[in-house]
């Protein structure tokens, strides 16, 4: 990483936690250089007018102003999710890196509470073998866990049959060419996955259930396979 990149970096660590510090220690070991060498990046920063200050103490560090830092990012929850999965696909290429800080500058700029809602709802989506498949999904779905409704399905299993069921939406599994729908299905009393092509009708219910967890055995597929999707 070139010096104005680091530069740049340093900035959006700290904007990223603003008003709490980073140590110089911290910052030395994220961007890989000396103690010493952060010490003039910081001092470079604040001659050019950064609003970067030290906090003295055994907590202290280096701060940036609040109010130097990004206003509100209006995204929504399922927005950064979106945005996050879309980023996700640059693993492995050359812009890997420039995608991550990307996304952590989008998650600390949004608001307190939005910015949570978005990695509980990340924390839904699973992907095996690190793999986000670019498959449509219906509406409906995409909207499920955000909405938090009994969804009224009509699913054609893997020999054409057709049922209906009434489904509560848990999180959703990506493979290598599919999306999977998790939920607790209430005709089979249990957790079932839901390949989203063979959804062939889905209406959302008024009724909001409550809440149920997806356990990593729900999943049955073996956990080193299985990687969360991450914001930060």
């Not at 970067?52 to 929850?77: M, Q, W």
């Amino acid at each position: 990483m070139n010096r104005t990149d680091r530069l740049c970096g340093i900035v959006e660590e700290l904007r990223a936690v603003a008003p709490r510090p980073r140590s110089a220690r911290w910052l030395a070991a994220r961007f890989e250089v000396s103690v010493r060498t952060i010490e003039r990046d910081i001092s470079a920063l604040q001659q050019t007018g950064s609003a970067i200050y030290a906090e003295p103490g055994r907590t202290g560090g280096y701060c940036l102003d609040k109010a130097a830092t990004l206003p509100p990012v209006n995204l929504t929850p399922a927005e950064a999710v979106a945005m996050a999965l879309a980023l996700h696909r640059l693993r492995g290429t050359p812009f890997d890196g420039d995608a991550g800080t990307a996304l952590r500058k989008l998650v600390a700029a949004m608001q307190t509470d939005d910015a949570s809602a978005a990695q509980a709802l990340a924390a839904r989506v699973h992907l095996i073998d690190g793999l986000a498949p670019a498959a449509p999904m219906p509406r409906l779905i995409t909207d499920a866990l955000s909405a938090g409704r009994v969804l009224r399905l009509c699913y054609g299993d893997r020999d054409g049959a057709m049922t209906e069921r009434e489904v509560e939406p848990l999180g959703y599994v990506g493979g290598a060419d599919h999306w999977y729908l998790m939920g607790w299905c209430r005709l089979r009393d249990g957790v079932r996955a839901f390949r989203t092509d063979r959804i062939l009708r889905v209406t959302a219910t008024a009724e909001v259930p409550a809440p149920r967890v997806l356990g990593e055995d729900d999943l049955d597929i073996p956990r080193h396979r299985v990687e969360h999707l991450i914001l930060v």
